[in-house]
């Protein structure tokens, strides 16, 4: 069965630079949760779309923005980067079906030197 | 948010079976009660959830007690790859889905 995808699995940036995350939810689902985890922590719900429509917020930086495009995927922006933007970061999909079920991809982990 | 409170950490022998219990004291009756897993270098994978009643699915059994403040998350045979960290996480279900990840226990199986 298809699962969720994400891109680039592996980034490694620069303080100050920006970052793009990709996610590709599984086919027909229209949620899509961005998480970070930082190390040795657990995940952190940083934001959610439903329908293309920002649908609740966490603990995202100002410096973070994202959106979900007419395809359903989305993009985390991430901007100034920081040493403590190193972690992994998960996007889940979910569908109109059983919009309680959270289906996680493998994560991006970043490492911002 | 209503809280939930694991064990830190459990061991399991193969093939035998597992108990993971979760302690939600202040749990409200819209609550639902969901598991995941997250095993090592992976994302977090959706195990089971229920409201009131038991549940039953193929990767476990979701036991909830009669007053919904506590329940207990059933591995029926332990097998190498349900080595992982078990979160029991509560959803009010009211058009937020959002996951809040608490601590979680943290199982090994031993061989």
């Known amino acids: 069965a298809a699962g969720v995808i994400q891109s680039p699995r592996h980034l490694i940036k620069e303080k100050r630079e920006t970052a793009t995350l990709k996610c590709y939810p599984i086919p027909r689902h229209d949620t899509v949760y961005w998480y970070q985890q930082g190390p040795g922590q657990d995940p952190q719900f940083l934001i959610s779309?439903?329908?293309?429509?920002?649908?609740d917020k966490g603990s995202i930086p100002d410096r973070f923005s994202a959106q979900q495009f007419s395809d359903y995927h989305s993009e985390l922006n991430m901007s100034s980067l920081e040493l403590g933007d190193s972690a992994l970061y998960f996007c889940?999909?979910?569908?109109?079906?059983?919009?309680?079920?959270?289906?996680f991809g493998p994560g991006t982990r970043l490492l911002v030197l | 948010d209503a809280k939930t409170t694991q064990p830190n950490s459990m061991e399991s022998n193969e093939e035998e079976p597992v108990h993971l219990p979760c302690n939600h004291s202040?749990?409200?009756?819209?609550?639902?009660i969901h598991w995941y897993r997250q095993l090592p270098s992976q994302g977090p994978e959706y195990v089971i959830h229920g409201l009131t009643s038991n549940v039953n699915n193929r990767m476990a059994s979701l036991a909830i007690a009669e007053d919904r403040k506590s329940s207990t998350l059933i591995l029926h045979r332990a097998t190498l790859r349900d080595a992982a960290v078990y979160y029991c996480?509560?959803?009010?279900?009211?058009?937020?889905?959002?996951?809040?990840f608490g601590k979680g226990t943290k199982l090994s199986v031993i061989p």
């Open positions: 996480i509560l959803d009010s279900g009211a058009g937020s889905y959002q996951l809040t």
């Open positions: 779309f439903y329908e293309k429509m920002q649908s």
């Open positions: 889940a999909s979910s569908s109109p079906g059983e919009p309680e079920t959270q289906y």
């Open positions: 202040t749990i409200s009756g819209t609550d639902y």
